[in-house]
């Protein structure tokens, strides 16, 4: 999606929210940028099942001064774990990866 699509689709996402329940899986910075920490919820595999984790503000209050919530995803600071075994070749190194997933309205992450 182009840039300004992504802001406009977060908008519509935060506005079906307070409706009902919202999961977004994404992999997009862009589209992360457009939520709080507390909206993500980091998805990792251990022992075979998904496992999930909402994030807490208060974990990345010092890097969120100098870092947009995106960032902290391209830098795996958010990231709370592996998925698997999978890797992409990024910047000349081999890079785990995770998976990210954006919660809004009335959730609980045992079923996000």
């Known amino acids: ?19 009902t ?6 992999q997009s910075t862009t589209l992360l940028d457009n939520f709080a920490v507390e909206d993500i919820v ?5 022992n075979g099942a998904s496992t999930f984790k909402r994030l807490n503000e208060s974990d990345f209050k010092v890097w969120l001064e100098d870092y947009s919530v995106g960032e902290l995803w391209t830098k795996n600071v958010i990231a709370a774990g592996l998925v698997g075994e999978s890797y992409c070749q990024s910047d000349d190194y081999p890079r ?10 009335n959730t609980n992450t045992s079923h996000c």
Not at 42 to 46: A, L, T
């Open 96 to 105: 785990k990866i995770y998976k990210v997933a954006v919660c809004k309205g």
């Open 42 to 46: 980091v998805v990792n595999r251990e």
């Open 1 to 19: 999606l182009h840039p300004e699509a992504i802001h406009i689709l977060a908008e519509l996402i935060k506005g079906a929210a307070q409706r």
């Open 21 to 26: 329940q919202v999961v977004v899986a994404t």
